[in-house]
């Protein structure tokens, strides 16, 4: 088996402040002693600066441990008249080394289809970032049983696009859409089930990949639902939403993905 080194991502969203990133950083001081998972933090944009800046600061007495700097999002397009957008170079230069592409808020809200998601993943590799691309199911597909065949598509556009080698310098998250945001979570058997099924998906054009590749749970993480979860033998840490704004929780599931 792979030694997949397990990775636990706050995705703030439109959420946080300063003080949350300072708050952080006291504990990841006195908490995070060792690199055996690796934490990102994905504050919204105007905060990457800041975050950047606590980086710096904190270089010393973090003791090793690998604290990371991402984005929620970025533009498919280098630059131009997108008013609003950020490039992959602009990501790149605010020392971000993670870009979030096709959350299914993204998907949702904002109309990204699965070929703009495939575009912006390209955009993050180009630019040298790592992209976490999120996939998962509504809950009538889930219903419908549908789950594998809607997953399928995400990636195989994906795949499409970039090339499976792609997935060399890339990152999963499986978000089921039922359970981002509403308090309910895959079981572990039901994380498990999916994290497998995309293991084996790309393991069928490039076992390498589908060896080597991490694939983390998106969908209500708490500190008393993860360590089943990152149990599991394919969920290799979390893309975490609400627990991210709370110190002491984030901390917490930064711990467990530690000892999993």
């Not at 792979?2 to 969203?13: D, E, F, H, I, S």
């Not at 946080?16 to 952080?24: I, P, R, T, V, Y």
């Not at 889930?142 to 499409?160: G, K, M, N, P, W």
Request: proline share 4%; charged share 20%; with cysteine.
């Amino acid at each position: 088996m792979a030694l997949r080194r397990p990775m636990v991502a706050g995705n703030w969203k439109m959420n946080g402040n300063s003080a949350l990133a300072e708050e952080l950083f006291k504990k990841f001081a006195s908490k995070l002693q060792n690199d055996s998972a690796e934490v990102v933090l994905c504050p919204p944009s105007i905060y990457l600066e800041s975050v950047r800046q606590l980086l710096e600061a904190n270089k010393q007495t973090l003791d090793g441990a690998l604290v990371r700097m991402g984005a929620q999002n970025l533009s498919q397009h280098d630059f131009g008249a997108y008013t609003g957008e950020i490039s992959g170079q602009m990501l790149k230069d605010s020392g971000c080394r993670y870009v979030i592409i096709g959350h299914s808020e993204r998907r949702r809200m904002y109309g990204e289809t699965s070929n703009i998601v495939a575009e912006k993943f390209a955009a993050a590799q180009k630019h040298g970032l790592t992209p976490i691309l999120c996939v998962g199911e509504s809950g009538p597909a889930r219903e419908a049983r549908r789950t594998f065949e809607v997953i399928a598509e995400e990636l195989d556009i994906v795949i499409e696009k970039n090339g499976t080698m792609a997935f060399d310098n890339a990152i999963i998250a499986y978000e089921p859409l039922w359970a981002v945001g509403t308090g309910k979570s895959a079981t572990p058997e039901q994380a498990q089930e999916v994290h497998a099924f995309i293991r084996n998906r790309l393991s069928e054009v490039s076992p390498f990949i589908g060896e080597n590749i991490r694939i983390l749970y998106g969908g209500s993480v708490t500190p008393n639902n993860a360590a089943d979860i990152f149990a599991q033998p394919d969920v290799d840490g979390g893309l975490i939403g609400g627990a991210s704004l709370n110190s002491t929780e984030f901390l917490s599931l930064c711990t467990i993905a530690m000892s999993a």
